[in-house]
């Protein structure tokens, strides 16, 4: 059973940083590409950042294009997202999955999915 478990959320000042963490277990990393996605209060899911399986291909939403970095470590199925220059704007629960569809590049296409981690960014 694929299981995805977030971390690293937190309250941060605008213009702060956060680093993420999604660990995989259940299913080898490099036989699914992984994403990330968030969903602010009132509003729906969308796109944050996905990552080939090697790691070789990085996609970002236009809003965090920039200031987002995402990575992962395959060795400890570990999925990143380093969050710099953090706005109000990105506060959310930030959701890591993960999607073993050739058309990763498909977000409808990601099916495993962890609980979410609380992102607060507040003056």
């Known amino acids: 059973q694929v299981q995805l478990v977030e971390s690293g959320g937190g309250l941060v000042q605008p213009g702060g940083s956060l680093k993420l963490s999604c660990v995989l277990s259940?299913?080898?990393?490099?036989?699914?590409?992984l994403g990330w996605f968030r969903q602010a209060p009132g509003k729906e899911r969308e796109f944050v950042s996905i990552?080939?399986?090697?790691?070789?291909?990085?996609y970002y939403s236009e809003s965090v294009k920039g200031r987002f970095t995402v990575s992962r470590d395959n060795a400890i199925n570990t999925l990143y997202l380093q969050m710099n220059s953090l706005k109000i704007e990105d506060t959310g629960v930030y959701y890591c999955?993960?999607?073993?569809?050739?058309?990763?590049?498909?977000?409808?296409?990601?099916?495993?999915w962890g609980q979410g981690t609380q992102v607060t960014v507040s003056a």
């Open positions: 999955a993960a999607t073993a569809h050739s058309d990763y590049r498909d977000v409808r296409n990601y099916n495993y």
């Open positions: 259940g299913r080898s990393a490099t036989s699914v590409a």
């Open positions: 990552i080939s399986w090697l790691g070789e291909r990085t």
